[in-house]
């Protein structure tokens, strides 16, 4: 009988042995067949990873899909629980979407060349600047070309139960491209998976697509309220989805 400690040690090196094996064995596949960095390398990358649940026993159960059949861009947010939210990504994630990542992904050797070439937009979060100037660039960009750009606007990893308070940047670059926010919200990881508790166990995560919110017509002052506003449903669903109805009556 292993320690719980040992135990999770063993499954989370598991789970980043096969995302270094799959993207060097993925990467060259992208390049043949799409040559490059674009995001339609995503669904060969999808195929891959939606494999992956099995090995640890996870289950995804998905409600909402026909909320993404948007006309056009849209920009996705969603809560971001852990490395493994990866999974539930792939699970649920429509054509043409790049996400938001931080820039230090890039040096994870076969998985930051997996992530480069399947287009993820890398972000400096050290400096404000510089992460406004390349959200503003997709601004442009996401219309022109047609894609969907998924931001976790929590901005780190935070597997609590609960959501942190949201950067702005997801909204404003809605607002500046007059796209949809798509809520997406997995449930609450909590009951097979904490770190501090050495918990990595199978399990079943509930994912909910949530209506679109349109941002036609709204300014740079509406993006507070429209902040709040997907904070609050993304919060109430999370609560829902996770089986803590006071908290959810708490917060509304
Ligand atoms: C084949 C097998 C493969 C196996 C392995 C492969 C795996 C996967 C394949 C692909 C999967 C990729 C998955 C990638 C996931 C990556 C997840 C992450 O890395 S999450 C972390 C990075 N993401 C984010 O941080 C996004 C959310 N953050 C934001 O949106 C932030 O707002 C910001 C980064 C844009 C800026 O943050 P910060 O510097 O902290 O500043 P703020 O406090 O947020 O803002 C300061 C003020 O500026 C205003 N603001 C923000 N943005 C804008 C803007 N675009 N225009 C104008 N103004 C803006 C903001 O409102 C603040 O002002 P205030 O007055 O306070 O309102
Ligand atoms: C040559 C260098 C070799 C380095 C080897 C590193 C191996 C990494 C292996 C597997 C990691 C698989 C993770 C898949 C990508 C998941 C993306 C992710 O979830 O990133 C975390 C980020 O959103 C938030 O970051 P923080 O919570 O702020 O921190």
Redesign the pocket.
């Known amino acids: 009988e292993l320690s719980p400690a040992v135990n999770f040690a063993l499954r989370i090196s598991f789970y980043c042995l096969l995302?270094v094996v799959?993207?060097a064995l993925?990467a060259p596949v992208c390049l043949l067949v799409n040559g490059g960095r674009t995001v339609k390398n995503?669904r060969i990358?999808k195929t891959?990873?939606k494999t992956f649940k099995y090995f640890f026993g996870l289950r995804f159960e998905v409600k909402g899909l026909e909320n993404f059949k948007v006309e056009g861009p849209a920009i996705i947010v969603s809560n971001?629980q852990s490395i493994l939210?990866?999974m539930g990504?792939?699970e649920v994630l429509p054509d043409d979407c790049v996400?938001?990542?931080?820039k230090e992904?890039m040096y994870t050797g076969s998985?930051g060349l997996?992530?480069y070439l399947?287009g993820?937009i890398f972000?400096n979060?050290k400096?404000?600047t510089s992460?406004?100037m390349v959200?503003?660039e997709v601004?442009k960009t996401m219309t022109t070309e047609n894609v969907k750009v998924w931001?976790?606007?929590?901005?780190?990893r935070n597997c609590t139960g609960d959501l942190l308070p949201f950067?702005?940047?997801?909204f404003?670059?809605a607002v500046?491209a007059q796209v949809p926010v798509i809520p997406v919200v997995y449930s609450s990881f909590t009951t097979f998976y904490n770190p501090k508790k050495n918990l990595f166990t199978s399990g079943k995560i509930k994912v909910e697509v949530l209506p679109p919110i349109e941002t036609k017509g709204l300014t740079?002052d509406d993006?507070?309220d429209l902040t709040d506003r997907c904070f609050r449903t993304m919060r109430e669903t999370l609560f829902r989805l996770s089986g803590h109805p006071s908290e959810a009556k708490e917060s509304s």
């Open positions: 995302c799959s993207s993925t995503m990358i891959v990873v971001h939210d990866m990504l792939m996400q938001v990542g931080k992904l998985v997996i992530i399947g993820v972000i979060r400096s404000t992460a406004k959200m503003a601004a931001v976790y606007p929590e901005g780190t950067k702005k940047g997801a404003h670059l500046q740079s993006v507070s």
